[in-house]
């Protein structure tokens, strides 16, 4: 089915109400013009009668003209442009005598017509409106006379009226409607540059932008929110191809690595001392790909926002002392004391297992960035509006100028400093992605060579 343009459709609807405006005006006009003709005709009957009224006496039960012959003539040399017939009939409504202007013809006596009102009716074939004035002798009628008058011309002025209008209506409209689309073509014609633009816009050249019209309109906004709209996509996309060519090539360098200690392993033989050596070097490195991958597919999963919320009742003090102990390996490895003391019992809801990656997140960059036998704490306050926790080590802190960008994927301060301190980078990307979706409020303070402090600050 052809589609009716947004062009098209926007001239119709203007149309269809001026159609019914100029309707109504064609009806109003017509009306007026016909009113006021029969109010002139109307008008000219009543003096007609009037003058005519004086001319008449009536003597023993018979209207005499009182100058019958003067009256005839005068009637016969009038000159008007539409003259009044008049008719004098008696009570029964046999004509008793007429004005010359009536010729052979003669205005018909109505006995059902009410009797000093105006009505249409016909002399012969033509149109009159006519009156019937009663003639008394007393209180007794004894006849009366009618007056009409020709509606020919009337008639004949309100029909051409008419057929202007009807023929002036459909002219206008169209008029009208080929001006409104032109005008509407024009005014929606930056609606076809984003429709070009936008058909030029591939994935590969989201480079180009709407030109924004000169009007700040609606179509301006359109046009600015859409651009808007590929930035964003834009700087997706980016992001997205830096986190793949990043990703692949952290995958990239354990197994360069393990593939070169194999293969230098393999050039000569060797006693089981160094095979063993060698293989314990190659399974840390597995396991640094394993956590790598968990990571990144941690990551993804968020990225797509496939997970849902599973929100429940969950206790802050289980839960990091949960995450401690999952971790009592690493921390009794280096010696690390942990102090948390908790004054009460504190609850949250949020998603447990969410919260158990932040924080397991938080405290094994804590116990990795410790000196060996240094403390962790972790702290729980309570105010008003939120409950505050805190996990703060003494170790190798961050450098102020890195602070922002820790958050950022595969981001790792300072690493060839400290080369023995394995990571991804991809920690506190997880934990700051996880605490925007639950709504947890993080924050790093830090000090080189002194300490870092993470709060969560979890809204009431
Ligand atoms: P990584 O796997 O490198 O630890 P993260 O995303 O968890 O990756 O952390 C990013 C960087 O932030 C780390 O490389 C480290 O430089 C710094 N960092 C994070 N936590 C601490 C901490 N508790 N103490 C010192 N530095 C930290």
Redesign the pocket.
């Given at each position: 089915m052809q589609q009716f343009s947004f062009k098209n459709r926007i001239a119709s609807n203007y149309i269809i109400t001026t159609a019914l405006l100029i309707l109504v005006v064609f009806f109003a006009i017509y009306s007026i013009v016909r009113f006021s003709v029969y109010v002139r005709v109307n008008n000219e009957i009543k003096t007609e009668v009037a003058e005519h009224l004086k001319e008449i006496e009536v003597i023993e039960n018979c209207v005499l003209l009182i100058e019958e012959e003067e009256w005839k003539t005068s009637q016969f040399n009038k000159v008007e442009v539409s003259p009044a017939f008049i008719q004098f009939v008696d009570e029964l409504g046999a004509m008793v005598e007429k004005s010359p202007n009536l010729k052979q013809k003669q205005l018909t006596y109505k006995a059902n017509a009410p009797v000093n009102e105006l009505f249409d009716t016909k002399l012969e074939n033509i149109s009159v409106r006519q009156i019937q004035v009663p003639l008394y002798q007393g209180t007794k009628i004894i006849g009366y006379m009618i007056v009409a008058m020709s509606l020919e011309d009337s008639i004949m002025v309100l029909n051409n009226l008419f057929t202007v209008m009807l023929i002036a209506y459909p002219m206008i409209l169209l008029v009208l409607f080929l001006i409104a689309r032109f005008i509407a073509g024009r005014s929606i014609k930056p609606i076809s540059t984003i429709i070009q633009t936008s058909n030029v816009i591939t994935k590969d050249n989201l480079k180009s932008r709407i030109p924004l019209p000169q009007n700040r309109d609606e179509l301006f906004t359109l046009s600015h929110t859409i651009n808007n709209l590929l930035d964003r996509v834009e700087n997706a996309i980016e992001r997205e191809k830096q986190f793949t060519s990043d990703a692949s090539h952290e995958l990239r360098t354990p197994l360069a690595v393990i593939k070169g200690t194999l293969e230098v392993l393999i050039r000569k033989p060797r006693n089981p001392e160094e095979y063993k050596e060698k293989i314990d070097f190659c399974i840390n490195e597995v396991n640094r790909l394993n956590h790598l991958v968990d990571e990144l597919l941690l990551l993804a999963r968020f990225e797509n926002q496939k997970q849902t919320l599973k929100l429940e009742k969950v206790s802050l003090n289980a839960l990091f002392l949960d995450v401690i102990s999952r971790n009592t390996t690493i921390i009794s490895d280096k010696k690390i004391k942990c102090i948390a003391k908790f004054s009460k019992d504190y609850y949250v809801t949020t998603d447990a297992y969410l919260l158990n990656i932040i924080v397991n997140?938080i405290l094994t960059?804590?116990v990795?960035?410790s000196k060996p036998s240094d403390t962790i704490n972790f702290d729980i306050i309570e105010t008003e509006n939120e409950l505050i926790c805190s996990v703060s080590?003494h170790?190798?802190?961050?450098a102020e100028e890195d602070l922002q960008k820790?958050f950022d994927q595969f981001?790792?301060?300072?690493?060839n400093d400290h080369p023995e301190i394995k990571?991804?980078?991809?920690?506190?990307?997880i934990v700051k992605r996880l605490s925007l979706l639950l709504q947890i409020d993080l924050q790093i303070e830090?000090e080189e060579h002194k300490g870092?402090k993470v709060i969560l600050r979890f809204p009431k």
């Amino acid at each position: 089915m052809q589609q009716f343009s947004f062009k098209n459709r926007i001239a119709s609807n203007y149309i269809i109400t001026t159609a019914l405006l100029i309707l109504v005006v064609f009806f109003a006009i017509y009306s007026i013009v016909r009113f006021s003709v029969y109010v002139r005709v109307n008008n000219e009957i009543k003096t007609e009668v009037a003058e005519h009224l004086k001319e008449i006496e009536v003597i023993e039960n018979c209207v005499l003209l009182i100058e019958e012959e003067e009256w005839k003539t005068s009637q016969f040399n009038k000159v008007e442009v539409s003259p009044a017939f008049i008719q004098f009939v008696d009570e029964l409504g046999a004509m008793v005598e007429k004005s010359p202007n009536l010729k052979q013809k003669q205005l018909t006596y109505k006995a059902n017509a009410p009797v000093n009102e105006l009505f249409d009716t016909k002399l012969e074939n033509i149109s009159v409106r006519q009156i019937q004035v009663p003639l008394y002798q007393g209180t007794k009628i004894i006849g009366y006379m009618i007056v009409a008058m020709s509606l020919e011309d009337s008639i004949m002025v309100l029909n051409n009226l008419f057929t202007v209008m009807l023929i002036a209506y459909p002219m206008i409209l169209l008029v009208l409607f080929l001006i409104a689309r032109f005008i509407a073509g024009r005014s929606i014609k930056p609606i076809s540059t984003i429709i070009q633009t936008s058909n030029v816009i591939t994935k590969d050249n989201l480079k180009s932008r709407i030109p924004l019209p000169q009007n700040r309109d609606e179509l301006f906004t359109l046009s600015h929110t859409i651009n808007n709209l590929l930035d964003r996509v834009e700087n997706a996309i980016e992001r997205e191809k830096q986190f793949t060519s990043d990703a692949s090539h952290e995958l990239r360098t354990p197994l360069a690595v393990i593939k070169g200690t194999l293969e230098v392993l393999i050039r000569k033989p060797r006693n089981p001392e160094e095979y063993k050596e060698k293989i314990d070097f190659c399974i840390n490195e597995v396991n640094r790909l394993n956590h790598l991958v968990d990571e990144l597919l941690l990551l993804a999963r968020f990225e797509n926002q496939k997970q849902t919320l599973k929100l429940e009742k969950v206790s802050l003090n289980a839960l990091f002392l949960d995450v401690i102990s999952r971790n009592t390996t690493i921390i009794s490895d280096k010696k690390i004391k942990c102090i948390a003391k908790f004054s009460k019992d504190y609850y949250v809801t949020t998603d447990a297992y969410l919260l158990n990656i932040i924080v397991n997140n938080i405290l094994t960059n804590a116990v990795k960035y410790s000196k060996p036998s240094d403390t962790i704490n972790f702290d729980i306050i309570e105010t008003e509006n939120e409950l505050i926790c805190s996990v703060s080590d003494h170790g190798i802190g961050i450098a102020e100028e890195d602070l922002q960008k820790i958050f950022d994927q595969f981001y790792r301060s300072k690493s060839n400093d400290h080369p023995e301190i394995k990571g991804t980078g991809l920690g506190l990307s997880i934990v700051k992605r996880l605490s925007l979706l639950l709504q947890i409020d993080l924050q790093i303070e830090s000090e080189e060579h002194k300490g870092t402090k993470v709060i969560l600050r979890f809204p009431k």
